[in-house]
């Protein structure tokens, strides 16, 4: 079995425990007496998973309406749609105008009938290039072995329930996140499979980087919530890392914020980070870490990189490798800097099967 946290329907692992900060890695401090102002533009979202913009606007993409829209004056106009009443979840403007989405279409079980990239440039044929088959014939992490190393006999007949102590990555595709490359290049951030994709402007896709398990250890409050027995107190967990957005940093790194598998709600602990990734090799290296749902990133003057933390109701901001709160807003998902200003897309009320009861926000922060 594999749960799915309600709001955002991300891939992840059997389990969720406590996650201890890495030694050398910053976490978010409490903020400072005076903040900036945040002004609602917007209020007919849902779930405004991302957010980009070009040299004139800011586009959002809305998972809840399966659209991608560009912000004006008078409201949200549509530019385009996610195929057969999917969702929309990434967006992104390079250059030349040319816009990319990413998308997600589910059968009614709710299980991934098909995703993808599409590309639609200013001028000339939109065209759209196949994730879900990528990842059904490469699946990238196959070779990763998540949950407990070597657990014991007791363990795994902890986790049968769960579905194993230990597993090997599985086939998920969840395209979460885009952004722009040179030569009309693309970096997606696939929070199903797991990792980056490169897809050139061929449409031809390769594996930038398998992103790293997430360990943790499974403490006794998290043992006894879940009702499992005192063998698997202090054993490792190695959790899927699930890439939730992923931005292109001036000298070439990847700024990509991570949630790790299982629940993401408050109940196990604060386990998100923020990493930067080396395209030429993979390699990632710890930013931020604790974060209570790290669902975005945007990058800001002077090195700046701000995260959004969707259970922990604030907007964070490192700086000069220091992490502070930013800004205290409820439910934020996607976030951009624009005109000297950081948007922010917040998620609308819901129930407790995840279905939207009222509407989401834009705002503006500075």
Sequence with gaps: MRLRPPLLLLAGGTLAAAVVAAPGVASAAPAAAKGPTVTVVNRTVLAPFQLAHDRSSVYVADGGTGTVSKLTSKGLVPVAHAPDSGETAGVAINGKGTLAYTWT???????????????????????TVDLLTFEQT????????????????CQKKAFEPLGGATYRGLVDSHPYSVSALPGDAWIVADAGGNDL????????????????????????????????????????????????????AADGRLIVSLLPGGPEDPSLGARGSVVSVNPRNGNATRLVTGLLGGTNVALGPDGKIFYSELFGGKIGVLDRGKARTYVQLDGPLGLTYFKGALYAGTIGPSDEQGNPTGPGTIVRIK
Excluded at 143 to 153: L, S
Excluded at 212 to 226: F, V
Excluded at 229 to 239: E, K, L, S
């Design 138 to 153: 490469r699946n990238p992490d196959k070779w990763i072995r998540y949950g407990i190393d070597n657990p014991t006999e």
């Design 197 to 248: 994709l490169k897809i050139d402007k061929t449409g031809k896709i390769t594996v930038v980087s398998v992103l790293p398990r997430q360990p943790s250890k499974i403490t006794a409050a998290a043992a006894a919530g879940l009702g499992l027995p005192d063998c698997v107190v202090g054993a490792t967990y190695n959790f899927e890392a699930v890439p939730t957005d992923v931005e292109v």
């Design 105 to 127: 279409v589910r059968d009614a079980q709710g299980n991934t009938t098909a995703t993808g990239l599409t590309i639609k440039p200013k001028y000339g044929k939109t065209r």
